[in-house]
Each structure stands twice: as structure tokens, then as C-alpha cells.
């Protein structure tokens, strides 16, 4: 049997397109999901090709091809599809033909911009997100002042800030107020929370890389499709 011949029932999910790795296993446990009929609620359990899966009554099967999307974000839009109350959504910058189901892997913040990625491939959002995986982001920040010596040092040992941990791999001067931070766990709003913490907070935060894919010119609340060579570069993990 091929290794395409049965999947877990939350990754054929995430696989369709329908919902991301870790909300597909919460649609399973809340009981939205049939395998040939019957109700599942396991979301490992195993499906066979060829099974019939509904999502909500709806047939959902694993894609052949995905979407990958590069956006550069501006401020003022938010990442995520599921705020009712956000008049300015990221993903409703991107229009692609049969409009896809598209999620956001990983998030910046309503007034930060730069490099988001979307997909609707369940699994490689999963690897972009998940901090075992150890993709690094890189980003341009400006601070209202200059930071010590000493503050740059205590950013790389970690702070205690609501229980907790936060700390960057490496915050390198950019000359002036501003800094490259580099994360591989983005807690959130982590890197405004490590500058407020020194009483320097931020005024512009861009995402400028992930792994080894940046953002280079394209223009902001533009978007382009990824090749496969440069979904690769985004899984790579460079450490400093």
C-alpha cells in the first residue's frame, strides 16, 4: 500500500483544503465530520482512499495541487479568516481563480506588515507554525530609542513577561532606532512586548523573511504564488 493509500482523518481534512491541521482536528472531536456515513469523532483515525468523507454533509477530498502564496501585509489588515469583526482582513487581498480556501501561516499583528505566508495545504502551514520545526523569521524593527548593550544581551537570555518566556535568537543593530529580531517561536506579539518591556516600544514592525525567503520588492498589498523552490527555502531552518 502506497503511503497516499490512508490518511488520518484530520490530515485528509487538512489536506482538502478544508480547515488547518489543528482546526480540522477540533471539527472532528466536535462531531462535523463522516467517514462513509458514520460520524468520527477520533481525528487520527485512519481513512482509506476512496473512503467518502463530509465535512458539515459536504464531500472533502485530499487536493493533488495546493496554493502557496507570498503577501505583503500592510498595517491596518489582520491575519486571521476568523474575526467577524475585522473590516480589513489580509487573505482578502489575495484573488486567485476558483477562489481557494486560504490560511494564514503563522500572524502578524494588525499594525505590523511584511511577509505572510497563505496556503491551503494543512500541512505545510503546520510546518511553518509549529515551533518544533525551527523556521526562523526575520524582522526590520523601529524603537523609540537606541537599546543598550545590555538590553540586546538580556533580549537573547529571555524575560519573564505574563508567565512567560520570551526572547529573541539574535536583535542586531540596523543603525539608528532600528534592529533585525530573529525568532523561531513567535509567541504572541512577542517582539513589541520585549521592547515595551525596556521601555522602548515599537514603531514599525516588518517582517522581512522566513527561512530563507524574503520579501524583496514586492510592493505592499501585493501578493505572488510561490514556485516550489521557494516553498522549500521558507521550511529551511537558519539559525544564526
Known amino acids: 500500500m502506497n503511503k497516499m493509500a490512508e490518511l488520518s482523518l484530520s490530515l485528509w481534512l487538512s489536506r482538502s483544503g478544508a480547515a488547518s491541521r489543528r482546526k480540522a482536528a477540533d471539527l472532528v472531536r466536535d462531531g462535523h465530520v463522516s467517514v462513509d456515513g458514520v460520524v468520527v469523532r477520533e481525528p487520527g483515525q485512519k481513512v482509506a482512499a476512496g473512503s467518502c468523507v463530509t465535512l458539515d454533509g459536504k464531500v472533502v477530498a485530499p487536493k493533488t495541487a495546493h496554493c502557496y502564496i507570498l503577501l ?77 548593550f545590555a538590553e540586546l544581551a538580556a533580549m537573547k537570555e529571555g524575560i519573564e513577561d505574563d508567565g512567560e518566556l520570551l526572547k529573541a535568537l539574535a536583535v542586531t543593530p540596523l543603525g539608528g532606532k532600528r534592529y533585525e ?60
Not at 101 to 127: M, N, P
Not at 193 to 209: D, E, I, M, Y
Open 72 to 148: 505583503n501585509k500592510p498595517r491596518g489588515y489582520v491575519s486571521t479568516n476568523d474575526d467577524p469583526h475585522a473590516k480589513l482582513k489580509a487573505v482578502d487581498l489575495i484573488t486567485l481563480p476558483g477562489a481557494p480556501r486560504l490560511f494564514s501561516a503563522g500572524r502578524l499583528d494588525k499594525e505590523s506588515e511584511g511577509l505572510l505566508i497563505f496556503s491551503d495545504d494543512g500541512e505545510y502551514v503546520a510546518k511553518l507554525t509549529h515551533p518544533r520545526y525551527q523556521v526562523c523569521k526575520r524582522y526590520a524593527v523601529e524603537v523609540t530609542r537606541r537599546f543598550s
Open 181 to 240: 529580531f530573529q525568532l523561531n517561536e513567535g509567541k504572541k506579539r512577542e517582539i513589541r512586548r520585549l521592547c515595551a518591556h525596556f521601555g522602548a516600544p515599537v514603531v514599525r514592525l516588518q517582517r522581512t523573511a522566513q527561512g530563507k525567503l524574503t520579501l524583496g520588492d514586492l510592493p505592499e498589498g501585493k501578493f505572488r504564488e510561490l514556485s516550489p523552490d521557494e516553498v522549500a527555502l521558507s521550511l529551511v531552518s537558519e539559525l544564526p
